[in-house]
């Protein structure tokens, strides 16, 4: 009986008025919402003027951390959409946030078992770091008697999806996590799988985050979504209610959720992972309020209920 009330609680959209007229502020994910690879999304950009037109505040969520804000500002702007910096919030900036919002101690260091999003976050913050890209070619030859040193005054590791992900980076991180009294271990998601190219799926941040939780016994703090971080974060920072924002994603597991922790609307896109056999399958226990294909449906909904 609960499988069957489960899944009659997702709702086609119909009427998109309705729904944009009752929030004031949406939250998209981007990869699989706005683009698809370097592929901008049939109809976004005309979209985003309409909401934005209706006096909508626009906030772009990613739990993607090889990149900073800065540079997903590049990246909206190489796809002709007009989005200013301070409406993007990667999982990187949400790790150098969190770090900030702590009071991380200014004479500690963070390792940092990523890519250059997070580097750049935690400079931008003024927080110390090492590791990242440059430690992925450096090997560790276990040789009778090696010792291997690590930096006494690393009181974090921040873990994301890395490329260049190794035993040295495991080592060290597991080191640090384990020996430094008070070391924070911080994961900018737990993402099973990731799409680095549109031909498949790649193991996600999940799997770095699973090799260092495996090693230390530790569990993370984590960062992304669906953790409710950002969304306590984006509703400080701008004074938005939680009731009054809509959170538009095509994961159930992280976009989903997020919205509903944080007391949120949520919108499923199927132009992203998830399809409608999957949300309407029986071992789905997430429900959006409302699945729509793509959010231009805003636009063709909202036109057939003028």
Request: glycine residues 10%; charged residues 25%.
């Amino acid at each position: 009986m609960e499988t069957l009330k489960a899944r009659a609680s997702a709702q086609p959209l119909q009427d998109a008025d309705d729904l944009i007229n009752s929030v004031e502020t949406f939250i998209f994910d981007c990869d699989g919402v706005i683009w698809k690879g370097d592929s901008l999304i049939d109809g976004v950009p005309e979209t985003l003027d309409m909401l934005r037109s209706k006096g909508k505040r626009l906030v772009f969520v990613t739990n993607n951390s090889t990149k900073s804000r800065k540079q997903y500002g590049k990246k909206f702007e190489t796809l002709g959409l007009n989005v200013n910096e301070e409406e993007i919030f990667a999982s990187s900036f949400a790790a150098a946030a969190y770090l900030k919002s702590i009071d991380f101690p200014k004479d500690k260091k963070v390792y940092v078992i990523g890519e250059d999003g997070i580097l750049k976050e935690l400079e931008l913050a003024g927080i110390q770091y090492l590791g990242g890209p440059e430690d992925g070619g450096k090997k560790i030859e276990l040789k009778p008697g090696f010792y291997m040193e690590h930096d006494e005054d690393v009181g974090a590791v921040v873990v994301g999806f890395d490329r260049y992900f190794n035993y040295y980076k495991v080592q060290y991180g597991t080191l640090c996590i384990r020996e430094n009294p008070g070391c924070l271990f911080i994961a900018t998601n737990r993402d099973a799988v990731t799409h680095l190219t549109d031909a498949q799926e790649w193991a996600g941040g999940g799997s770095m985050v699973g090799a260092i939780s495996g090693s230390t016994q530790r569990e993370p703090v984590v960062v992304g979504k669906p953790s409710t971080f950002m969304m306590d974060y984006l509703s400080n920072k701008f004074g938005i209610q939680k009731s009054q924002i809509c959170m538009v994603g095509d994961r159930l597991d992280t976009d989903i959720l997020f919205g509903q922790n944080g007391g949120c609307k949520t919108l499923l896109v199927l132009s992203g992972v998830t399809s409608l056999s999957m949300l309407q399958g029986p071992d789905n226990k997430i429900q959006p309020d409302f699945y729509t294909n793509k959010i231009s449906d805003f636009l063709s909904l909202k036109a057939a209920t003028v």
